[in-house]
């Protein structure tokens, strides 16, 4: 290396170190909008992005997770405009507009596509993609009044919609999904919102390997030993969306090095299973920890799904689930929402709590994961 170039390499280095960090978003946007200190005034009421899906002709079977999917992409504006996210709003409907069941949506996903256009340093974002998930039982997002996700109007956005059919066998007919996005125009509030992100927490299973943790070297000498780099090659970036084995995706979910494999979407026989994990590492915890909104995302037959704070024995929430009075499907996924908002100390450790109790006759799909939304 030549002494002019090592110079140059210094400089570089030098200027690149001397560039700020990335603003978390409460100080970014201090320095972007000025509300007066006795702004009291009620902010209007929240535009609305409406999408519909295509067509989803539903004339077989289609258990969670197989049914026909469609992807969409659009960002709220342009670039230099900024967007408060406060609701998400499903609809099913008939060829003639009508109403029809929720049963007949499996999911929808809204998304972060990448890349990001934040101009601040997100709590979760940067890493996190899902923002909202609907499903039978949970149809209407609604975040406490006075909160929203901040959102760059050019920052792309994906929808996932995703049809169902558990209970039809003789079905024959076209469905359209319809979703409603309620936001606000950050130069239309009068009085300033709190910003929200979520922290997604989720249930694996083994389903193959050893004995013992995620990562935990075994007892007992195991054939099939991967080394990190194929690790990380066939490590697919979210389990939570996947079925072990899936026939539809020919991957394997989670693995360790020793021949563990683990899926976030796992199978049930008829009965009850009761699963508990250590999900601390899944969240980036800071020293002050407000809870505002949390949202579930499971399948038939949960029955509830808890958090809990090992450290000190208490249901940080449990959110119970309804199932229908007959086939199979959820009519009821609870939610819990707070102004006020919830201390999550940092340093405690946090477990994820499902049940599930399967009363059908069928072996089925089954997923814990549970949405947190702190403040940014």
Known sequence: MTRSFSLYLLVILFFAGCQSK???FSDWYSDQREFPDAAKENNPDPEQR?????????????????????????????????FWITGYKGTVL????????????????????VPRTFPWKSRTFDRVNRVF?????????????????PVPGDQKLKVTFQALNHNRPELDSNFIHRIEISYYRDEDLKTPLQALAQETVWMVKQYEGPPGKCGEEP?????????????????????????????????DMYHDLYGRKFTGHWKIPPGVEELQMDVSDFMVMLPQNQLHYIAAHVHPFCESLELINESTGQIVSRLNMQSADSG???????DWSSTEGMALPEKDTYVLRSRYNNTSKDTLSAMSVMYLYFSE
């Open 50 to 82: 409406i999408l519909y899906s295509s067509n989803f002709h539903l004339d077989t079977i289609y258990r969670s997770m197989m049914g026909p999917t469609e992807d969409q992409y659009f960002s709220l504006g342009e670039k230099g405009e900024l």
């Open 94 to 113: 008939n060829p003639d507009s009508s109403v029809a069941a929720f049963d007949f949506m499996c999911h929808n996903n809204l998304n972060f596509d």
């Open 133 to 149: 998930t609907l499903t039978p039982g949970i149809t209407d997002i609604q975040l406490p009044e006075g909160f929203g996700i």
């Open 328 to 334: 199979i499907g959820l009519i009821q996924v609870e």
């Open 22 to 24: 990335p603003k978390n």
């Open 219 to 251: 007892l007992i000498q195991v054939s099939t030993h991967l080394s990190e780099e194929d690790r990380r090659i066939t490590q697919p970036n979210c389990g939570v969306d996947m079925l072990a084995n899936n026939p539809q995706q020919n991957l």
